[in-house]
């Protein structure tokens, strides 16, 4: 263990927001802005539609009506005042249009005006000055029998003009004070649209001012800090595991740079105690080495210096067994067969396990290898032990491997020798080898119908030198398994016994197309610091 470790202190809510704060109380605001612009332009639009409306509807008609009105009121008093005159009938004619248009035009006023308390009064004004004309000078002229001048004309001839003067006024004031309103309405209209556009200007510039403060905060509360977090990360990426990693901006990218921060420091511990151990490994791959290579002596001497003697005691032994058997007593042949019997079994003990520490150490350059063809040597090899047992042995086509033919001959020629040795004496052996595609790997598995082996024993089997049976009843060192495991193993597969199949035995492993290679020291120290090292 690398000891305890102590995460960061975390900042305090109360001092510092968190991104998302600053986003809702951001937003929140910028809404709130927005929606007071909103109301002002919306309520600026309608005032503005509302004084275009009472200029367009209201105040331009009615002083064009005042217009018309007093055109019929001149109408009716050229008509009074030329039948005064002439006392031709003709002349009533304008006056009687001028009261049909009188009437009209003062029902419109009186419709515009309603509500203009000031503007009514006016008309009521017009109204009783054109009154005390009509009935003073217009009826009673009009009441005059045709064909004369009337005399009233002349004797209210004074009375007529100071009372159509009067009514002139009358009708004068209220058309000045119709344009003086109309006049203002327009000025309400263009102030409110002087309003509307300098609004409708805020409401662009606050929008305008409002995504600038958004992309400046952003780039200084998050892009900023999260680029200055990325450039620490690639420091300390790039071997720098002391480079601290700051932190900035809102408190949640502050707690992210806090933990990263923590995850440096503890890696940097995690590597000093993975530096400390790679030590260690590298002093043991020594030792190892070391090792191996008292080991390949041991092998020399074996091969050499030890089977010497061993074939010195084999022959004298079988010299007094020919020369002197029978010779004797009983015992001494016992003896004699004894000693025979036991530098034999030591003779192919020694072989044997020099061909398994040769497995993977000492072997051929590897090359293409026809399984079929390999196959077909195998069990030419142990043509007469098949030929016995009277074995039959099917396979399927076998791939092309890049392995090393002798291994694959040991491998093959262990499999089918066990099969056929370790066959039922009821039954003739039959052999069955399949093959298939399982990933990048091959997958083999030879079956065949003979005394099969329990599944407590499905691992034991593997192991060198185990033996299930006496010498007695099948001969063997109880090395072939385990050679044919060390084989798979080195060929980059694994090798396994079905403990599912009862009627005989049955084995799969899988073979890689090409062999994996033994690592050297210097390529175990290499693997090892990358391990302890980050990828760039």
């Known amino acids: ?62 002083l064009s009506t005042a217009f018309r009105l007093e055109s019929a009121l001149l109408n009716q008093e050229t008509g009074i ?16 249009r001028g009261l049909t248009d009188q009437n009209t035009y003062t029902a419109q006023l009186g419709q515009l005006l309603d509500g203009d308390a000031r503007a009514l009064d006016d008309l009521r004004t017009v109204q009783d000055a054109l009154s005390r004309w009509q009935e003073r000078i217009a009826r009673p002229i009009a009441a005059s029998p045709p064909g004369a001048p009337s005399p009233l004309t002349t004797e209210r001839a004074a009375e007529a003009k100071a009372a159509f003067d009067t009514l002139r006024q009358a009708m004068s004031d209220q058309q ?79 707690r992210l740079s806090s933990e990263i921060d923590f995850m440096r420091r503890r890696l940097v511990r995690e590597l000093a105690f993975s530096e400390e151990a790679r030590r260690r490994l590298d002093a043991q791959t020594a030792d190892l080495q070391r090792s191996n290579a008292e080991l390949e002596q041991f092998a020399y001497v074996a091969s050499h210096d030890l089977q010497e003697p061993l074939r010195k005691v084999s022959s004298f032994t079988q010299l007094l067994q020919r020369r002197y058997g029978g010779q004797l007593d009983a015992k001494a042949d016992q003896y004699i067969g004894i000693a025979v019997d036991g530098a034999n ?21 590897p090359e293409k290898v026809d399984l079929d063809a390999v196959m077909e040597r195998t069990l030419g090899a142990l043509s007469v032990g098949i030929e016995e047992a009277g074995a039959s042995i099917t396979h399927d086509p076998l791939p092309t491997l890049v392995a090393d033919p002798t291994q694959m001959g040991m491998l093959w020629q262990n499999l089918i020798g066990n099969a056929v040795k370790f066959r039922r004496p009821d039954r003739a052996p039959e052999i069955r080898v399949t093959v298939a595609r399982e990933g990048e790997l091959w997958r083999f598995t030879v079956t065949d ?5 329990a599944p407590e024993y499905a691992d034991k089997v593997f192991v060198i030198f185990q033996r299930l049976h006496t010498k007695d009843v099948y001969p063997g060192s109880g090395i072939g398994l385990a050679m044919c495991k060390k084989i798979v193993e080195f060929q980059g597969g694994t090798i396994a016994v079905d403990p599912e199949y009862r009627d005989g035995t049955r084995i799969s492993f899988t073979l890689a197309p090409e062999p994996l290679t033994a690592p050297s020291s210097s390529t175990i120290a290499e693997a090892t610091r990358a391990t302890a090292e980050p990828a760039p």
């Open 1 to 62: 263990m690398t000891g305890k470790t102590t995460r960061p202190p975390r900042a305090r809510k109360s001092f510092v927001w968190t991104t998302r704060r600053w986003l809702r109380v951001g937003v929140a605001a910028s809404l709130a802005v927005l929606a007071v612009l909103g109301g002002t332009g919306a309520w600026v639009l309608g005032r503005t539609a509302t004084i275009s409306d009472e200029l367009v509807d209201v105040r331009s008609p009615a």
């Open 81 to 96: 005042r030329g039948y005064g005159l002439t006392g031709t009938p003709e002349f009533l004619e304008p006056y009687q």
């Open 176 to 254: 000045e004070r119709l344009r003086a309103e109309r006049a203002r309405t327009r000025a309400d209209l263009a102030a409110t649209m002087r309003l509307r556009n300098w609004v409708f200007a805020a409401i662009a510039a606050v929008i305008a001012l409002l995504a600038g403060l958004v992309f400046e905060g952003l780039r200084r509360g998050i892009n900023q800090p999260l680029e200055q977090l990325a450039s620490d990360a690639r420091t300390v990426a790039g071997g720098d595991f002391g480079h601290p990693i700051s932190s900035a901006g809102p408190a949640d990218l502050r």
């Open 345 to 365: 079994r030591m003779q192919t003990l020694i072989n044997d396990l020099l061909d398994f520490s040769r497995v993977g150490r000492v072997h051929h350059d």
């Open 449 to 453: 119908n003979g005394i099969g082996i």
